[in-house]
């Protein structure tokens, strides 16, 4: 099925900030109109739901998993990390996550502290976990560290190798602390041309992670996949209390089964992530530095404020921070939907710069 | 547009036990599908979002009130209250409210109590508010009322009249409380004929009040309308941290709309409330009591545990509770898009019990 | 040691409203003087606190139980109760109950619903227990049952019997309950002359309890004996957070110390009765009816407004609620150092009604 | 009034390690002494919390302010701070900042997040805040700041000058936040010789601060001073919600009672910073560095693992930190109450380093 640029046009610039512009894979409208009128048990306990979760469990390898899906990434995020801690205990985390910038303070209005530590492009290492942890070990006067959050690919859209991966896994297990990746982009993690991460590894690394549909061509949706089953136990009573729960939650069921089908989820990561790799090699050939030099789906060249101004007329891009008197950071962004004649039109807007 | 029943068929059973089974209004996929490639900004900051308040404002006759999106009931509730009040206030509820009940303590994990009043067939009086109000003035041992919650219709399926509506309203605006009114099914309450209440009362009577989309033909969403500007001060950032903003708003902006355009919404409450009563007259004929009597589309007749049994084998009907030994209260549920063929079929398996 | 009425004299009424209105027994006086200034470490890690735990261990026949020491009754009942419960459980307790009615929702704002059930003199059953459990089990849309808290004595003066408080503990052991026993008054609950409950018996059926010092003779202080080791995991971190651990620590551990020498708390306990039991006697001969009857230091006396008004020039009480137009319940109570003088005095008062 | 050195002697050893090792001062225990059977009225309501709140006003030259007496400073940060914040708030303050490090997530636990900003000895600066706020401003994606936490003295001893106080003051109005100064060694701060603060000063340029008594003299309190109207509103609701409301309020009235009275808290202030200040110059005149180099009662030497293995035979010190492989920082401390012969002791052990 080709995805065609929209036509009706409300607004004739080209969007390239993010990745939840449009609304949804054609196979996902196709399925929801054919099962439109179909009456189905709430809250996830249809067919559709146990469809897509025994998909999920296919593709990433973990058969004895379990699969919720909820709403949003935000939720997920809240709802796995306050249903993994004890109340004195934080979450460590890469200054950069999700969850300490951008989540409007979601895992502290559970009662949590988010245990920032600096990370480098995105990501943290086992020794710093090892470190933070064994600082605030056995002190009652501070926070206890009981889980690590890493996303993959991260916000900043590096991945982490898969020995990077290992080693944080084992040492979160050394430690007693529960591993959790979000993955939100998971399926453009997976196709970065310099990443060694599998599905399966995915799965295999990490007590929880989630699989984010929204921004891979679901209308909405992310997937909370549990492989430690310790984390599991009444775990809907959580969803439901967060806000999580969805009464139609076949909408959720469906749309998984649609990406799930025929690796379709995992196409979509990679195409993106090749138009991205186009774009990355056009800004290098005109010699644009980048803030972190990502693989995957986003991409954060360094322009003049001249240059920026430029591009502007044309293209939407996204803000991502001031890097000095006369250059600023930008988001370039590639997704499951970018026409191709967009990433052609934005690279030869690069050669003219 | 006829609304036929689904043929496909995983489950030759009628249901009958709820109001969230199916999917959506036609319309609905429609517009989804008309705009799915569409680019526009996220998290409801788009021109559908404002079309869609544009249209609840003029259907609730509010034309000064703010409107936001969210996705559930649970989440808008808990969204409301935990913005509303100051950590040591409550909010007054009957005690068959659904957020005393049925949310897993969702308002409770935002830090506030239900203060719980016994509710007459699901309502409570401005009498109680008043009450419980001084009861607990000016001491700071106790929980302080800050709100009062109520749903319309109620969980019970029945309908505040105008007086005690704007009696409740006085009384909140004497005691210093905000009145919340919980419109998850609020147009199956319009369409009750032994109501009284119009959408601009609802609006007029009220600081906040949502409108429900999930048990009304959309897929899912419930639209949060301010009032009170007070309630209104950084609400977003309340619906962030809450895990209620959606990424593409514009699917909760597009839903509204279609459901306000020509007033869809309401015929669909009228269709809806129309067929619950054709089976509660007929229940009354066969001298079926009921638990509660109510004018909308959920009825709670009291079925001996033999006419259960009967009518279960065709249909699918919803617990309530054990009346007493040998009866048993059942909730039957009509919505938005229950077929003729059903309500019909009922009717007769109901002649014939 | 005679305890000998205030003589200084800033008011010259004599205050029976409640049973924390002075400073403390003066062996713990005599104890803070002679230790003022030995240095000790801090936060309870003491040897004064390591003494204290002892003697507790010891009066309560519980020499496996872990003993925590907390500064007042609110802070002590939400640190247990939170460090109990997961976020989707809440605690079962009569609607009397001190968490549900007088701790400003202290529960609640750690994320915690009071299920109240309704109370019978102040006390709720094993069967009240059983049942709302069973109501809520399993329904992931509901608040599951984690914990049952009694207060021994209650709020109104009652204590539980012997076979009362197993019937519960078991019940509880049944259904995977915690069982906690609020101890602010036990005590005054163990002197009771109806009463067949023991210090052992406490320990021995509940999970964890409190022994009161606020009431019964400290200056402040509540003591957190455990005996269920699941819940003493970790349970200074939640002391610390809650805001309950007293950096000079050794203050609790010396008063608790004083108290438990020779059997004092429970001689003080018995004398407080006693004084309360001559002026139950004393109401009962003039035929003055009881809210409750209640058979330790609270008494609950329902007057004529015009008794009460006689009673008021010269006695301070605590007004409990209105019972009909012309009548009151108001609270006396007896203490640890209630002089005789006082209860002389109250006794020939209502005599002279 | 002598202080001696405690006699009786369970530890030979010396503790300079921190400044809440003894009870209170002696005028304290006579003042609990001389009115103990004195009947009051409970939760601070009664003549002795009224007089200790205007001393404190007097003292701080704050003569609108509202004054409170709550137990321990967790207790008091916990309810200050979310009493002050909406739900979306949270509170920047310095990386080292108590709330941050040392009291296991409280204010996370109130559902805010900690703010952190990287301190420079313990201190934030005016611009810091204005950048942090300005970065966050209106980002309803990002936790909003709503207030500004300082320490005086700080955690690592230092101060504020006037000018820097003024400044933080000055930003915090004009970006609509409150600033709070957490006073728990205020009394050591007005001490520093290198300060310019006065005690006005402090109730002057913020909205909130605490006198700490623990650190000052008190068996234990801090008073919560707010100067800000909107602070006050309902506070003691807050009080009793956070657990920080006292049965036997007096206590708390009657300690700070004592500690004002002829500006004993100043002088005790004083008493202790000279003789740091003794010590400091000892440590300099033997070439001792400094981790930071503070004018108050805590110091941080550096020393080689050899002086420490040394100096720790016969004194107490505290842990900061490993600076390097043969170096460590130690906290030693003076108080209120500290013997000049311990002062001369550890002078003379430096001394023969």
């Known amino acids: 099925m080709t995805i ?19 609304g949804c894979h054609p196979s996902i409208l196709h399925r929801l109109s054919e099962t439109n009128l179909e009456q189905t048990p709430g809250y996830g306990t249809d067919h559709y739901c146990t469809e897509a979760a025994d998909a999920l469990r296919k593709a990433f390898s973990c058969p ?11 939720q997920a995020n809240m709802t796995v990390i306050s249903a993994a ?18 989540e409007t303070g979601a895992i502290e209005s559970t009662g949590h502290k988010c245990l920032a530590l600096p990370g480098k492009d995105g990501c943290i290492t086992a020794n710093q976990v090892a470190v933070a942890t064994a600082l605030q070990a056995d002190d009652e006067h501070m926070v206890k560290p009981g889980m690590v959050y890493i996303s993959m690919s991260t916000e900043v859209g590096t991945v982490y190798s898969l020995s990077q991966l290992k080693e944080l896994y084992d040492t979160c297990k050394q430690h007693g602390l529960y591993l959790f990746i979000d993955g939100a982009r998971v399926g453009y993690a997976l196709a970065a041309p310099t990443g060694d991460v599998t599905a399966a590894d995915i799965a295999k690394y990490c007590d929880v992670f989630t699989v984010g549909g929204t921004k891979m061509g679901a209308l909405f949706g992310e997937a ?43 196409q979509l990561g990679r195409k993106a992530v090749d138009q991205a790799m186009r774009i990355r090699r056009a800004l290098m050939d005109k010699g644009i530095p980048f803030l972190v030099d990502s693989p995957t789906n986003q991409l954060f060249p360094i322009f003049t404020d001249h240059q920026q101004e430029r591009l502007e007329a044309d293209f939407k891009l996204e803000f991502n921070g001031r890097v000095d008197e006369t250059h600023v950071a930008l988001r370039v962004c590639t997704s499951w939907c970018t026409p191709e004649e967009y990433v052609e039109k934005f690279i030869e807007a690069i050669k003219k710069l």
Chains 1, 2, 3, 4 share one sequence.
């Open 4 to 22: 065609m640029p929209y036509q009706k046009g409300y607004d004739p610039m080209i969007r390239l900030n993010c990745d939840y512009l449009e």
């Open 64 to 74: 004895e998993s379990a699969v919720h899906f909820l709403v949003g990434g935000t």
């Open 85 to 102: 801690l004890r109340p004195y205990e934080g979450v460590l985390c890469a200054d950069t996550g999700h969850i300490n910038v951008h």
């Open 224 to 266: 909370v996949i549990i492989n430690n089953p310790e984390l599991n136990v009444r775990f809907r009573y959580m969803i439901k209390q967060k806000g999580g729960m969805l009464a139609k939650g076949r909408l959720l069921g469906l749309q998984f089964s649609a990406l799930m089908e025929d690796g379709l989820y995992f």
